[in-house]
């Protein structure tokens, strides 16, 4: 499943092993010789990913960075990758919202199984993101552009949508354009795949 990796490390040739196998199992990565680099190229928040973050590094630690990235918004999850664990390091880690906590060295098939799992979570996570946002706009419509919206996505051309509601074309043009704006769709086609992934169009009489 294509994403980002953003590796926080300061071995070079960890750096460099570690990009090599993330991107043979498909991963765009990025890398970062410490904490400070990544707060200052922050990871975008467009694509699903991860921070694979080693404890210690110089300056800000890999606790320290978590804590920071925690206080802004919708922060990427976490995967501690260090040769210096201990428990109290760990449990303080994961009560901070690490969602794993390896140890080097790690074994392509455990690292890989770890990202893949974050990743997935992520992409759900974007989609019901986006399905509350189309819900949000759903209920911005008003009852009538409610109804002229059910009616659009079922294939009705505006004469039809006006026959059945007993207006005119032209009251269904100017409903019809407030429906697309406030979607905020550019086309038919998009407007029906919303309906869809809502799941209006399987309760919809043809």
Do not use: W
């Amino acid at each position: 499943m294509p994403g980002f990796v953003y590796v926080v490390d300061d071995d070079p040739s960890f750096r460099t092993a570690i990009q090599r196998r993330l991107k043979l199992a498909g991963y765009e990565v990025v890398t970062y010789a410490s904490a400070q680099q990544l707060l200052e190229d922050p990871p975008g928040s467009e694509h699903p990913g991860c921070i694979l973050l080693d404890v210690q590094i110089p300056g800000l630690s890999g606790p320290e960075l978590q804590a920071c990235l925690a206080q802004r918004p919708s922060p990427l999850p976490i995967v501690f990758l260090t040769g210096h664990a201990d428990t109290a390091t760990t449990v303080r880690a994961i009560k901070a919202g690490a969602e794993d906590f390896l140890t080097k060295p790690v074994s392509s098939e455990q690292l890989i199984d770890a990202i893949a799992a974050l990743v997935r979570q992520e992409v759900v996570r974007g989609q019901q993101g986006k399905l509350d946002s189309f819900r949000a706009r759903l209920t911005s419509l008003t009852r009538r552009e409610r109804q002229v919206f059910d009616l659009i996505v079922r294939g009705k051309i505006n004469k039809q949508i006006a026959y059945e509601l007993g207006t005119t074309e032209r009251t269904v043009k100017a409903h019809r354009h407030q429906v697309m704006t406030k979607m905020q769709v550019p086309s038919l086609a998009e407007l029906v795949s919303v309906a869809e992934r809502l799941g209006l169009l399987s309760s919809q009489p043809a």
